[in-house]
């Protein structure tokens, strides 16, 4: 089993940043790929950003490449999601989720590919 606890959520001016961090527990942190997913209001949740046990590898969906960068700590167990020139339409519920690394430098789009899940942080961009 995977804990997952994200914070770092909030209110915040369009163009302003944010960091959202995932701290994880539970098992053997750096065996795992981390992602992020986020649900706004009405919609469906969508893939956001991923990165692998490693870290060398990453990956994000179009609307937020050059704007947001995923890192992970694996010695704090921690991953995190630094989000600048935030626009409203990235308002939502962003997730943390964790799977199976079952190839080195993978990382997964898909929320089929993740078994553990936190609980979500509120992230409201104001324009």
């Known amino acids: 089993q995977v804990q997952l606890v994200e914070s770092g959520g909030g209110l915040v001016q369009a163009g302003g940043s944010l960091r959202l961090s995932c701290a994880a527990s539970?098992?053997?942190?750096?065996?795992?790929?981390m992602g992020w997913f986020r649900q706004a209001p009405g919609k469906e949740r969508e893939f956001v950003a991923a990165?692998?046990?490693?870290?060398?590898?990453?990956y994000y969906t179009d609307p937020v490449k050059g704007r947001f960068t995923i890192s992970r700590d694996n010695a704090k167990n921690t991953v995190y999601l630094q989000m600048n020139s935030l626009k409203p339409e990235d308002t939502a519920v962003y997730y943390c989720?964790?799977?199976?690394?079952?190839?080195?430098?993978?990382?997964?789009?898909?929320?089929?590919?993740?078994?553990?899940w936190g609980q979500g942080t509120q992230v409201t961009v104001s324009s």
């Open positions: 539970g098992r053997t942190f750096s065996s795992l790929a």
């Open positions: 989720a964790a799977g199976n690394q079952y190839r080195p430098s993978t990382v997964y789009t898909s929320s089929f590919s993740y078994a553990y």
């Open positions: 990165i692998s046990w490693s870290g060398g590898t990453t």
